[in-house]
C-alpha cells in the first residue's frame, strides 16, 4: 500500500509520499513514489504514485526515456500541464492493459498518480490520473487530492486545510495525516518524502526525505499525540442520560 | 453504508452505531442497528449490525422470534456469549448464502455482527462475527472492534483508548470517532445510539440517541474542531529545509 498526498494552495503546492511498498506482508521494500520533472525558468513537474509498483515504475520509465530520447509528447515539451496528464494518463492503460491480457486475468494492474505543477505563464494544475487512463483536477473547493491509504489521514486535512491555508499550515497538516496513516496502517511507513513548490519560482525545489527520527517531525508527533488527549480531557463531563 | 463501534473496558462497555442506510446515494435511509436483548438480573446482551440490510434483519428478526418462541438454542438461553456470537454466526452464514444462490451470483449478500454484553456469573464479552459465521473477540489489548466505514473514525480511538480507560473517556473518544467519520463519509449520518453498560449491573441500560443538534455532542464537535486546530497552530514553524 501507499499513502500520498499533493495540495494545490494559493501560494503553491506540496506533494508528499511515503516510501513503503508490500506484496503480502512479508515482502515490505523502500521505493521513492515521488519524482520530479522539470526545465529550470520554465516548468516544475511533480509525479506521486500508487498501485502496482511494477506498472508505475514502467510509467515512470517511459516518462523518463521519452525526455533523454526526445519522442514527443514528453513532460518537458508538453504545452500545458493536462496534456502532461493525458500522457501519463496513456501510457498507465497501456501497461496496465498489457500485464492483464498478458496474465489472462480480469484482475486489474493498474497504479494512480497525482501530477502537478506549474508551466512558465500558466498557472499550478494538479491532477489525479486513474489507470483507466482519465483524469480528474483539483479546485479551489477541493484544493487536494489523495491516492493510495488515504482514509485515516482525511479527516484533519478536511477539517484544517483550504484553499487559503499557507504553505507552512499545509505541511504541517499533511504531517499529521501521514503520522495518522502510519499509525493505523502497517503498510503506510517512513520515510516521507516531501515536496513544496512555490508559485512561479519554475525551479525544482530539492524536498525533503522526512525519516521517523527527523527532529521536526518528532515533535509534531509527540504534540499532535498529547494536544489530542489534552482536547479529550478537557471536554466536560458526558451528562448522566449518556449513562442511563 | 454504517459506522458501528464497541468496546470492552476494565468498567464497562461502550456500543454506538449510526442509523444511515443507502442503497445507493439517492435511497438514504434512517434504521435502527443497536439492538439489546436481556434478562433483567441475569444477562444483557447488545448488538450492532452492519452490511446487507436485508441479511442483519433477518438475522435479528431471527433472534427475536427465537426468544418469543423458545427455540433453543436463543439468545436468552444460551449458556455463554460466544454460544451467542456462535448462533448469530450460525443465522448469518445461513440467510446470506441462501439469498447468494437465489441470486444465481457469487456476489455477497453478508452483514457483520458486534455482539457483546455480560451474562451473570461471568466476565464481559465482545465479538466480531462475520458473515461466514465466524468470529473473533476483543482482549485487553485490543479493548475495540469496529465495523462499516472505520478508517475515519480508527485514529482517534488508536491514539486515545485503552483498556484501562473509563467509561466517560470511552464516550468522549467514540462521540469524536463518529464526528470524524461523519463529516469524512456521507452514507455515514446522524443519529447515533449509543449504550453504556457497567460491568455486573445485569440491566439493560436505556442508552441515548443522540441527534445532530444534541447539546452535549454539539459542543463535542465544536471544541474538537477548534482544538485541532489549536494544536496545529501551536506547532513551530517548519525548519527551513522542509522548503528547499
Redesign the interface.
Known amino acids: 500500500m501507499t499513502y500520498c498526498v499533493a495540495l494545490r494552495l494559493q501560494d503553491g503546492m506540496v506533494f508528499a509520499g511515503d516510501t513503503r511498498t508490500n506484496a503480502g506482508i512479508d515482502h515490505i521494500s523502500t521505493f521513492k513514489k515521488l519524482y520530479t520533472f522539470g526545465k529550470d525558468g520554465e516548468r516544475s513537474i511533480m509525479l506521486l504514485t500508487s498501485g502496482n509498483l511494477a506498472t508505475s515504475q514502467a510509467v515512470v520509465k517511459m516518462l523518463e526515456n521519452g525526455i533523454l530520447q526526445g519522442t514527443e509528447p514528453n513532460l518537458l515539451d508538453v504545452p500545458t500541464l493536462f496534456d502532461a496528464a493525458q500522457l501519463v494518463g496513456d501510457l498507465v492503460s497501456k501497461v496496465a492493459r498489457t500485464t492483464q491480457t498478458r496474465a489472462y486475468t480480469q484482475e486489474g494492474f493498474g497504479s494512480n498518480f497525482l501530477l502537478g505543477g506549474q508551466i512558465k505563464g500558466q498557472q499550478t494544475e494538479l491532477y489525479h490520473i486513474y489507470s483507466e487512463g482519465n483524469c480528474i483536477n483539483a479546485t479551489e473547493d477541493t484544493p487536494y487530492l489523495q491516492i493510495g491509504e488515504a482514509?485515516?489521514g482525511?479527516?484533519?486535512l478536511?477539517?484544517?486545510l483550504n484553499y487559503r491555508s499557507s504553505?507552512?499550515?499545509a505541511?504541517?497538516?499533511v504531517l499529521?495525516s501521514f503520522d495518522?496513516t502510519i499509525?493505523?496502517n502497517l503498510s503506510v511507513g517512513f520515510p516521507i518524502d516531501?515536496i513544496?513548490y512555490?508559485n512561479d519560482t519554475y525551479t525544482m525545489?530539492?524536498?525533503?526525505r522526512v525519516t521517523e527520527n527527523e527532529p521536526?517531525m518528532n515533535?509534531?508527533r509527540s504534540?499532535?499525540?498529547a494536544?489530542?488527549?489534552?482536547?479529550?480531557q478537557?471536554?466536560?463531563?458526558?451528562?448522566a442520560?449518556?449513562?442511563?
Open positions: 482514509k485515516y482525511k479527516p484533519i478536511d477539517r484544517s504553505l507552512e499550515d505541511v504541517r497538516a499529521v495518522s499509525r493505523s516531501l513544496v512555490r525545489p530539492a524536498g525533503i521536526y515533535n509534531i504534540q499532535w499525540s494536544g489530542l488527549k489534552a482536547i479529550l478537557q471536554f466536560e463531563e458526558p451528562p442520560d449518556y449513562f442511563r
